[in-house]
């Protein structure tokens, strides 16, 4: 079946700019996850949904950050008046809902600040 | 609190030599654990897990690990490296009781030389 799938892989916007990134979770996935890659860094939490409800936005760097999944299923993270520390990769991630089960994660896009 | 050290972040073998990849955890109650795989410009692949079921874990490819709640590790091996090997691992932790969050090691980048 297919994995998760995230849009688009590479992403250039202008400091200021606004940004959507999109992630399609595996079908049947209660549990998605955002994280954010900087360069030869571990991926670092930003926020947790379950279903629509977003449990967990604790790793969200700032307020310019906001993620939603409103029917469930695909999910948006956005990014507002970009800065330059914003340039990493962001992996989306999803699970099912059992203890213990691992995420499955797409490729990740590439957000580059200049 | 949970957190994922992994030691080098850099390890170079010889392909056919042994691989061994060091993580140690830390957590208040007993975790779920997990390596994954990096390549270049992709998405993180899960190599195996570790859910209390039997402390010798076996993944893909032919790597494998070994859980010591004593020495609190997790240490990925595989016996004989193979060019196809080189790529990132991460090393992940995930607690029991907690349906998300999985905690990432900053990362061990795996080089095999011909």
């Known amino acids: 079946g297919a994995g998760v799938s995230q849009s688009p892989r590479y992403k250039v916007a202008k400091r200021g700019q606004d940004v959507a990134l999109r992630c399609d979770p595996i079908?049947?996935?209660?549990?998605l996850f955002w994280y954010q890659q900087a360069l030869g860094q571990g991926p670092e939490f930003l926020t947790y949904?379950?279903?629509?409800?977003?449990?967990?936005k604790s790793g969200l760097p700032s307020d310019r950050f906001f993620a939603e999944r409103p029917e469930g299923s695909v999910s948006t993270l956005k990014i507002q008046r970009t800065q330059q520390e914003d340039s990493a990769v962001y992996l989306c991630?999803?699970?099912?809902?059992?203890?213990?089960?691992?995420?499955?994660f797409g490729n990740g896009t590439r957000l580059t600040v200049t | 609190a949970q957190s994922v050290t992994q030691l080098g972040s850099h390890v170079s073998v010889s392909e056919g030599a042994l691989v061994l990849l060091r993580c140690n955890y830390s957590?208040?109650?007993?975790?779920?654990l997990f390596w994954y795989v990096q390549y270049p410009n992709q998405g993180l692949q899960l190599l195996l897990k570790?859910?209390?079921?039997?402390?010798l874990v076996k993944g893909i490819n032919g790597f494998e690990a070994e859980f010591k709640k004593s020495e609190t590790s997790f240490h990925l091996t595989k016996p004989s490296a193979h060019m196809s090997d080189a790529a990132e691992y991460f090393c992940?932790?995930?607690?029991?009781?907690?349906?998300?969050?999985?905690?990432f090691g900053k990362g061990t980048l795996l080089t095999v030389n011909p």
């Open positions: 991630a999803s699970s099912v809902r059992e203890q213990g089960s691992p995420l499955h």
């Open positions: 079908s049947g996935h209660v549990s």
């Open positions: 949904f379950q279903n629509e409800a977003q449990l967990d």
């Open positions: 957590s208040s109650v007993p975790p779920y």
């Open positions: 570790y859910t209390s079921a039997a402390t």
């Open positions: 992940a932790v995930r607690q029991a009781g907690s349906n998300y969050k999985l905690t």
